[in-house]
């Protein structure tokens, strides 16, 4: 028995890998001291008068299926990127490094290229150096075709300027951004609305959405890095609508005897937010709590930031208000 | 349609992420500024006066099998964080922290608490803060019962004391350090020669083995850093044996025109490795590029240092030596 028959082809890993590591290296900043194919990335700290280190972990979740289905596996490197730039840049953070996790059961190398593109990419045009990653071949873990696509980010702040909740005030407005889509949350009650229920394919065509439908649910995570970063000493705390949507997201921030209501009435969801909801008959909470519908970040800053935030912001708009209360986040 | 009937049990994930908050604090270090359930984490740079990362990612493969067959979850969290900080060890980094991602399609919460048990008592032992993660239930992805775990770590050295190969010369020494059994490669092939081929399963009893395979097969990845970090300055290269066994990970080390030659002959590999070969009738040459053989590092050092390497460090011996050539590493 060899290696190779156990479904483990290391040389053709190795080719794979001889590709990563010239997509890699396109995204590497002078902080970037190691060449790939070391055990670990070294990356020289930049130099701040009292670094504080942000790290987060994420994946895209079944979007992958999305992928798969559609055979175009270029975006899904961007959705995880972007996310992860997305949630360092809540705490006020520039990102500095990424490190990408692919498993699959049988991916042909081409395909592993095309993820690795999108990761190079959303790194290039974030600033941030695709230093590593780790590709698993594990034909017994995944089904035939499928894969999982995780990121881990590091970030950095200066102590001084970490965006801190604490002085969130009643009186606060919440701020949304807009969102380019479902981004990388709610995936797998799209896909039972959609496909199981409604009996929709990636190629069907719907009134009201550019393209098909899988264009439409393959549109790529927003990175917020460059529209809010130049915004952040005028906010005091953001949140990266993720699964969990404007409740949790938001709740998470909120200091005691702090709530926040979101007033859907403030906006209108795209229409791939309400085909989903008017197939899948989903009540209005749910999808709230699931969904970004259409708005992917919220900064909350006092009443008198608000108007310089709308101003920077193209399609930003007030959707809700900071309260006394403990009741946490809520829409209405 | 609610989420939850999607698969997704939003309150479940909830109730764990409390209970793994917890033992995500049991791990913190004084350079934790921020607790648990941002979209971040924050941890402040230790004082260096030129501090390097150096981050690495991996996953426990398909021993998340053996775990699942054993109904034991508490030792895969081991496997990873220590894997992870022997990965950084070899550039001479101490972990920093580090972060874990979970995939599943039906995991109990207790059983995910298992896993994160096993990551808060490794990541103490190696002084190492657990300052987050990511648990994906992903139902459509991966087959009942099976899980993926993946680790993410950031530790630092001072610049001036990073471990760099370039100073290999003929006339060095390969030293190696005793494994605890396969760590965690090699188990596609393990499982497909013990299990399939030869019909055991985890509770066989074979002799030369403590307890039953399973067993054997789930002992843990040894964390190398306590004995090798006070002889950093005593080495010039350091490789960890993990996936490409004595074949590839030396020599990515390995500058031009060196190579390395490991004799076989040096050690008995344990009772593990030889049951593997004789059941899967495999070749020397694909044992030592895929397993440990006993040997889960390399320090490769001047002559003169050995000695007190050799004396330091229990059960470890001379395996090798450092050449000229460009072959790279063999083993003969």
Same mark, same amino acid.
């Given at each position: 028995?060899?290696?190779?028959?156990?479904?483990?082809?290391?040389?053709?890993?190795?080719?794979?890998?001889?590709?990563?590591?010239?997509?890699?290296?396109?995204?590497?900043?002078?902080?970037?001291?190691?060449?790939?194919?070391?055990?670990?990335?070294?990356?020289?700290?930049?130099?701040?008068?009292?670094?504080?280190?942000?790290?987060?972990?994420?994946?895209?979740?079944?979007?992958?299926?999305?992928?798969?289905?559609?055979?175009?596996?270029?975006?899904?490197?961007?959705?995880?990127?972007?996310?992860?730039?997305?949630?360092?840049?809540?705490?006020?953070?520039?990102?500095?490094?990424?490190?990408?996790?692919?498993?699959?059961?049988?991916?042909?190398?081409?395909?592993?290229?095309?993820?690795?593109?999108?990761?190079?990419?959303?790194?290039?045009?974030?600033?941030?150096?695709?230093?590593?990653?780790?590709?698993?071949?594990?034909?017994?873990?995944?089904?035939?075709?499928?894969?999982?696509?995780?990121?881990?980010?590091?970030?950095?702040? @200066?102590? =001084?300027?970490?965006?801190?909740?604490?002085?969130?005030? *009643?009186?606060? &407005?919440?701020?949304? /951004?807009?969102?380019? +889509?479902?981004?990388?949350?709610?995936?797998?009650?799209?896909?039972?609305?959609?496909?199981?229920?409604?009996?929709?394919?990636?190629?069907?065509?719907?009134?009201?959405?550019?393209?098909?439908?899988?264009?439409?649910?393959?549109?790529?995570?927003?990175?917020?890095?460059?529209?809010?970063?130049?915004?952040?000493?005028?906010?005091?705390?953001?949140?990266?609508?993720?699964?969990?949507?404007?409740?949790?997201?938001?709740?998470?921030?909120?200091?005691? @005897?702090? =709530?926040?209501?979101?007033?859907?009435?403030?906006?209108? *969801?795209?229409? &791939?937010?309400?085909? /989903?909801?008017?197939? +899948?008959?989903?009540?209005?909470?749910?999808?709230?709590?699931?969904?970004?519908?259409?708005?992917?970040?919220?900064?909350?800053?006092?009443?008198?930031?608000?108007?310089?935030?709308?101003?920077?912001?193209?399609?930003?708009?007030?959707?809700?208000?900071?309260?006394?209360?403990?009741?946490?986040?809520?829409?209405?």
């Amino acid at each position: 028995v060899l290696y190779k028959d156990a479904g483990v082809d290391i040389d053709a890993m190795d080719a794979v890998k001889r590709v990563i590591g010239r997509l890699c290296r396109s995204t590497y900043t002078p902080e970037v001291l190691s060449d790939v194919g070391l055990f670990g990335s070294l990356f020289k700290v930049p130099a701040m008068r009292d670094p504080v280190l942000v790290a987060s972990c994420d994946s895209v979740g079944t979007k992958t299926a999305i992928a798969r289905m559609m055979h175009r596996y270029d975006t899904v490197g961007v959705d995880i990127v972007n996310h992860s730039v997305n949630d360092i840049l809540t705490l006020g953070a520039k990102p500095l490094f990424f490190l990408d996790f692919i498993a699959h059961s049988d991916m042909k190398p081409e395909t592993i290229v095309e993820v690795v593109k999108g990761l190079g990419k959303a790194c290039r045009a974030n600033g941030c150096a695709l230093v590593g990653g780790e590709t698993a071949m594990m034909p017994d873990v995944y089904k035939p075709g499928d894969f999982e696509l995780a990121g881990f980010i590091v970030g950095a702040v @200066e102590r =001084s300027r970490v965006v801190d909740a604490k002085r969130l005030a *009643p009186g606060d &407005i919440c701020v949304g /951004i807009p969102s380019w +889509g479902l981004h990388t949350n709610g995936y797998s009650l799209a896909r039972r609305v959609l496909f199981r229920k409604a009996g929709l394919t990636v190629k069907s065509k719907v009134k009201g959405l550019v393209g098909t439908l899988g264009d439409a649910l393959l549109r790529p995570h927003r990175s917020y890095l460059r529209e809010v970063y130049p915004l952040l000493a005028r906010v005091k705390a953001i949140a990266h609508i993720t699964g969990g949507g404007f409740y949790d997201n938001i709740k998470r921030l909120l200091p005691f @005897e702090i =709530s926040c209501i979101i007033k859907k009435q403030n906006w209108r *969801p795209p229409r &791939i937010f309400r085909l /989903i909801q008017e197939l +899948g008959n989903v009540p209005d909470e749910e999808m709230y709590r699931t969904f970004n519908m259409g708005m992917g970040m919220v900064l909350l800053a006092a009443a008198g930031q608000v108007q310089p935030i709308l101003r920077s912001i193209r399609g930003s708009r007030v959707i809700g208000k900071v309260v006394r209360g403990t009741y946490g986040s809520i829409v209405i």
